[in-house]
Nanobody, 126 residues
Framework: QVQLVELGGGSVQAGGSLRLSCAASGYTYSNYCMGWFRQPPGKGREGLAAIDRDGSTVYADSVKGRFTISKDNAKNTLYLQMDSLKPEDTAMYYC????????????????????WGQGTQVTVSS
């Protein structure tokens, strides 16, 4: 059974940094595409970044240059380093996984991912 558990959310002032982690279990971690998504209050889900089996990545324009996705296959853990945070980054953040291919060609809102974590809240104050 695939399980994803996000950690690392919290409250931070604008300009600050947070690092989210997503611990995965129940599947062959290195064979899956993984991504980070968020959903602000009252808005739809937004894709932020994805990382494929070979380590290739893709980012949404809204976070490019500020957020970095990475993974540690030995620890079965996905990370999202978030720097220069803005109040508009306030949202519930989710990690997702799926054995899809070409996940870094186009970054959508995550409909193609079947496995999701429970989410972690990030709040950025001005």
């Amino acid at each position: 059974q695939v399980q994803l558990v996000e950690l690392g959310g919290g409250s931070v002032q604008a300009g600050g940094s947070l690092r989210l982690s997503c611990a995965a279990s129940g599947y062959t971690y290195s064979n899956y595409c993984m991504g980070w998504f968020r959903q602000p209050p009252g808005k739809g889900r937004e894709g932020l970044a994805a990382i494929d089996r070979d380590g290739s990545t893709v980012y949404a324009d809204s976070v490019k240059g500020r957020f970095t996705i990475s993974k540690d296959n030995a620890k079965n853990t996905l990370y999202l380093q978030m720097d220069s945070l803005k109040p508009e980054d306030t949202a519930m953040y989710y990690c997702a996984a799926d054995p899809i291919y070409w996940c870094t060609v186009v970054l959508g809102a995550g409909a193609e991912y079947n496995y999701w974590g429970q989410g972690t809240q990030v709040t950025v104050s001005s």
